[in-house]
């Protein structure tokens, strides 16, 4: 696989790792990929490099958003309609996954999609089989699916507004885009790459000060990537070929930064050290306990080599002389990771989340699922 494919996904962190080696793991498959993260993470992006690096890329990718079509206008957006099927249909018309035969069909915002079209995607994903609008001839459809929102689909399922059926079938492979907040480390890239954008459009960029950066690491970005490349736009403008400052950015980036804040840098040694340790594991066939959680509920271990952040593994050792369930085991050593972080940030989820360097909104599932307070 081309390397080069993935370098669109801007971010060496952690995080933005998990994403590629995700991408890199269920691209030469033809398996049905949900694309999970807030609005503005580059769900879009990913999709269409997994597309990029898929056996399907030298066909036709086409997208779809299922939240700005009506719905009534949805389903022949989709199938096509016939000639005549409704008021206005003079001529036949292909439908996205028509055009997409062969390739890839992007479904954006799939949360969004009415019920009566999610029973008519329903028998798509089941039967391989669809209709034109107004017509009787069924269609085969060989298409890889990848689907995206940013709702919980659970929760949408509990208040009857998305189908469970429907779920299972797109959330065979599920790719959780990390938010902004959560990987502050690949700020500096994103505005290099947001930079290098628009000065290949012949304008003059600005520079960012060491302060201003720090103080960029620290903002929650709640409009995520988007609302990074719409800052790097104004501050193009407004600073050309100059040096922003922390008292040039917009105010509402102008945050209190604690006395001995610093730049938040990728610690390569680490992931070198990570990389030679996942390789070490595959040559020895051999797995510890606490990347079995990681794989089964994305719980990664604490940075922190401080004895209140460090799970001893050595005091939890459990007697293996009468044996051990081993699942319950697990179970019980995640949540007491979880009780843990919770405690040491007050009940605070998102400084919680960061300590476990997991997803927030995988921790508050967690906590459901857990029933933990």
């Known amino acids: 696989m081309k390397e080069e494919l993935l370098s669109s996904l801007v971010g060496n962190g952690p995080a933005m790792q998990q994403v590629k ?36 890329s030298n066909q036709s990718f086409i997208p779809i958003n299922c939240g700005a079509i009506p719905g009534e206008l949805l389903e022949s957006e989709l199938f096509g309609h016939e000639k005549g099927a ?41 039967e ?22 940013h709702r919980n689909l659970e929760d949408n399922i509990a208040d009857g507004s998305f189908r469970e059926d429907l779920f299972y079938r797109l959330n065979v492979f599920p790719i959780e885009m ?14 290099d790459f947001m930079f290098d954008k628009i000065q290949a459009m012949g304008r003059e960029i600005p520079k960012l ?29 407004l600073f050309p070929d100059l040096t922003v400052d922390y008292d040039d950015l917009p105010v509402k980036y102008q945050i209190e930064l604690p006395e001995d804040a610093s730049l938040i840098r990728i610690d390569s040694s680490q992931l070198a050290q990570e990389a030679r340790d996942a390789g070490s594991c ?15 509920g994305s719980i990664e271990p604490s940075e922190s080599t401080s004895e209140e952040n460090s799970f001893s ?37 998102s400084q919680a989340a960061k300590l476990l360097q ?4 995988t921790l508050v599932e967690k906590i459901r699922k857990f029933n933990l307070n």
């Open 86 to 126: 409704f008021t206005g249909a003079i001529t036949a018309r292909k439908g996205r996954f028509e055009m997409a035969e062969k390739g890839t069909i992007f479904l954006d915002e799939i949360g969004d999609m009415p019920l009566p079209m999610q029973v008519k995607l329903l028998r798509v994903l089941q």
């Open 282 to 296: 595959e040559q020895t066939g051999q797995i510890s306990a606490t990347e079995i959680v990681m794989e089964s």
């Open 209 to 237: 000060s060491e302060k201003a950066m720090i103080a960029l690491q620290h903002y929650s970005w709640p409009g995520n990537v988007r609302e990074l490349g719409n800052l790097s736009e104004r501050l193009s403008i």
């Open 178 to 191: 990390p938010s902004l907040r959560e990987r502050p480390e690949d700020i500096p890239d994103l505005f």
């Open 358 to 361: 997991t997803n927030r909104t």
């Open 128 to 149: 391989r089989i669809y209709e034109r609008v107004g017509g009787n001839k069924s269609f085969e459809c060989d298409v890889r699916v990848i689907a995206a929102t």
């Open 21 to 56: 080696k995700l991408i890199q793991q269920v691209a030469k498959t033809d398996a049905t990929v949900l694309i999970l993260g807030e609005s503005g993470t580059g769900k879009e992006v990913v999709a269409q490099t997994l597309h990029s690096v898929s056996n399907r």
């Open 313 to 349: 593994a050595s005091s939890a050792a459990p007697n293996l002389e009468e044996g051990l369930d081993l699942k319950s085991y697990l179970v019980e050593m995640e949540v007491q990771l979880i009780q843990k972080a919770l405690v040491q940030t007050d009940g605070n989820v």
